[in-house]
């Protein structure tokens, strides 16, 4: 009986070592989509200034809460020469991020906002080549490919300042993800997941608070319905502090580059639960400009030669 149950344990830790940061960064992409459709529905009770701020005050505390109950004895601090880094992540993943992203929700369609966000791995291979990584041919067709897909798709909505604002407030979410994702990936080798979280999220919260404190003071939270704090509360633990997490730890498993792919899921998955739930339309121009972008991200995710630094894995 101990060896068919030490056979049995075995196979659930192969399983879990072989799909395992697959399954997490399909959750990931599950509360992502989710998260796109929830937000723009509690938009009408809430300004998104002030869901921002009360959402980053209770995932700060759920951070912290979280380090202080799996925090091991002895565990090592903080070491001062990654507190640049620590900072540097939480303004590109949180302030910056978390900001374009409500204000770019609040004023453009969730599939809108899922589509440009998801263009974080062509902004990645941009700056990687800034940097000095090397990059393939075929990672710069894929972006002229999906830059001209994005020219097409925004070309549907010239008619529209307040939609074309929000689409460019979604890019401007993507350009800042796609800093943290190249910021925090030496983080997520030398911490556990809560310490880099709860710290990172503090570094960006801070700021993050004191921009959207305005719009909570202005908030009439007694029109707030029991199931708009629920949504608060749901996004709060899953699409933030539970994705962050599972996404960090899908980086760390199986690189950037391989974590960043499933991020194409995200605006098929958001597009469909936009058009069932809120009844979102698509015309020809906007279905041919998501189109050319998946392509472009198609090509970008497939090259042949991928980039050493994007698809570094952990050493662990």
Not at 94 to 105: E, I, M, N, P, S
């Amino acid at each position: 009986m101990s060896t068919v149950a030490a056979d049995r344990t075995a196979s659930r830790d192969s399983f879990g070592l072989r799909f395992g940061p697959e399954l997490a960064l399909l959750t990931v992409v599950l509360l992502w989509s989710t998260s796109h459709i929830l937000m723009k529905s509690v938009y009408a009770q809430i300004n998104p200034l002030a869901m921002t701020f009360t959402r980053f005050v209770l995932i700060t505390i759920l951070a912290f809460a979280v380090l202080l109950i799996r925090g091991r004895p002895g565990q090592r601090g903080l070491d001062r020469a990654d507190l640049p880094r620590f900072i540097a992540a939480g303004l590109s993943g949180f302030t910056v991020y978390q900001f374009c992203y409500a204000l770019g929700l609040d004023r453009t369609s969730p599939f809108s906002s899922a589509l440009l966000i998801a263009m974080v791995p062509l902004i990645s291979v941009v700056i990687l080549a800034v940097t000095g990584e090397p990059t393939s041919g075929r990672a710069w067709l894929g972006l002229v490919v999906a830059l001209a897909g994005v020219v097409i798709f925004l070309s549907s909505k010239r008619d529209d300042a307040g939609s074309l604002g929000g689409d460019l407030l979604s890019l401007g979410a993507a350009i800042s993800f796609a800093v943290y994702g190249i910021v925090n990936r030496p983080l997520v080798r030398r911490y556990r997941p809560e310490t880099y979280t709860a710290y990172s999220v503090l570094a960006g919260a801070i700021p993050l608070l004191l921009v959207t404190l305005p719009g909570m003071l202005a908030q009439d939270w007694a029109a707030v319905t029991t199931g708009g704090w629920w949504s608060i509360l749901y996004t709060v633990v899953f699409p933030v502090y539970v994705a962050y997490m599972l996404w960090n730890w899908g980086i760390a498993k199986r690189g950037i580059a391989a974590a960043t792919s499933f991020q194409l899921l995200v605006p098929v998955t958001s597009g469909a639960l936009s058009a069932i739930v809120l009844h979102e339309a698509f015309g020809p121009v906007k279905l041919i400009g998501a189109a050319v972008v998946m392509a472009g991200l198609i090509i970008v995710r497939t090259r042949s030669r991928p980039s050493r630094a994007l698809n570094e894995e952990a050493t662990t």
